[in-house]
């Protein structure tokens, strides 16, 4: 089976080393190798306050806090995302609010975006879905309206061009670009949000400070930090920071592999009449490689799979689970897609080769189709 989804290369070596020098070290917990990871993404990715989390949804989790989500608020969200987005929104007692798609793109829809607002309006979420980077001038704009914090999930996105929102949010779970097993990084514009983030990862308790005072908790009959607000235990480790670093080095080649097999599979299907692809945009990071199916989508899926083809749709529309109302919306771009999209297998374990084969296979299927 040619896997849909699968754990990048990374540098078995150089992640080898890394944990080595750390398993026989002080620090397994978070410690120095935390903070240099923080640095290095940084200077790579153009983000000047980075703070890595034990995963993306803590990021965006923390995001929401530094947002001031809460009750009585509303978060506008996609409604085609992974459910990670929208879940801490329900944690912090606010409402979330589902916007439309747009069929060519599958991202959000700006003018739906800004039917949506309303006073209650505390963020707006932007998912570049599949690697690919959403409108942002109008998402931009739309936020400005609404006097609201504007947040990208960027949990597929890494290797595109981002940063332009307030807040951005990075995954670095098992089968994303840059892998720790599981974790993330939520980057802020400020020192101070950079601060207050760190606080929020580690039960409210001022890291500097404790390091300050020799990571001792009392000075003769007083405490030497406080906690002021309830926070989370979502601090990464060392051993995460180790992965990661060991990522970085071989980032750039995976990214570019994911960038020549998209190339390959939208020269190959151009002009198939069984699917359409869609707009790549001007910006793509090229995690999922996603198409509309011109007919019954299940046939289509099921012939691949005969095949040794592994297909799925990587993520349901969010209204229809119960937690956020169990209802679909009228929202006719999702709707309008919703039985078409389909993911095709990328990732650094799928070869050129591997799309050959992919797409001869679609067009087996499309030729018995037309016969």
């Not at 150089?14 to 940084?42: N, S």
């Amino acid at each position: 089976m040619i896997p849909l989804f699968h754990p990048p290369a990374q540098d078995m070596d150089l992640m080898i080393a890394g944990l080595k020098d750390t398993l026989t070290g002080r620090w397994w917990g978070q410690g120095p190798k935390v903070d240099r990871f923080e640095r290095e993404f940084g200077e790579k990715f153009g983000h000047k306050n980075c703070v890595m989390t034990n995963s993306g949804t803590a990021a965006l989790h923390i995001a929401y806090r530094l947002a001031g989500v809460g009750p009585g608020a509303e978060v506008i969200v996609p409604v085609l995302t992974c459910t990670a987005t929208c879940h801490p929104i329900l944690l912090l007692g606010a409402k979330v609010v589902f916007a439309d798609i747009l069929p060519g793109t599958l991202t959000l829809d700006p003018k739906d975006v800004r039917r949506k607002i309303s006073r209650r309006t505390k963020a707006i979420v932007t998912v570049h879905l599949g690697g690919l980077v959403a409108n942002m001038g109008e998402l931009r704009e739309a936020a400005r309206i609404a006097e609201a914090v504007l947040i990208e999930d960027s949990a597929q996105a890494l290797g595109a061009k981002l940063g332009k929102a307030d807040i951005t949010c990075y995954s670095f779970q098992a089968i994303k670009h840059l892998s720790t097993g599981d974790g993330g990084m939520i980057c802020v514009k400020t020192k101070e949000q950079a601060r207050a983030a760190k606080k929020l990862r580690w039960f409210d308790i001022d890291r500097e400070q404790k390091i300050r005072k020799g990571w001792q908790a009392w000075d003769r009959r007083g405490i030497t930090f406080d906690q002021m607000v309830p926070a989370y235990k979502y601090q990464p480790t060392d051993i995460d920071a180790s992965i990661g670093m060991a990522g970085l080095a071989t980032f750039d080649a995976n990214l570019t592999h994911r960038h020549a097999l998209v190339g390959l599979y939208r020269t190959k299907l151009s002009g198939m009449k069984c699917l359409s692809l869609l707009d790549r945009g001007e910006q793509n990071a090229d995690w999922l490689f996603m198409v509309t199916v011109n007919g019954n989508r299940d046939d289509f899926a099921a012939y691949l799979k005969q095949r040794g083809i592994e297909t799925n749709v990587a993520h349901v529309r969010n209204d229809v689970f119960t937690v956020f109302g169990g209802k679909r919306r009228k929202l006719p771009g999702m709707n309008e897609v919703e039985a078409k999209y389909l993911c095709l297998p990328l990732n650094t374990k799928v070869t050129a080769r591997d799309v050959e084969f992919i797409c001869s296979v679609i067009r087996e299927y499309e030729a018995k189709r037309r016969g």
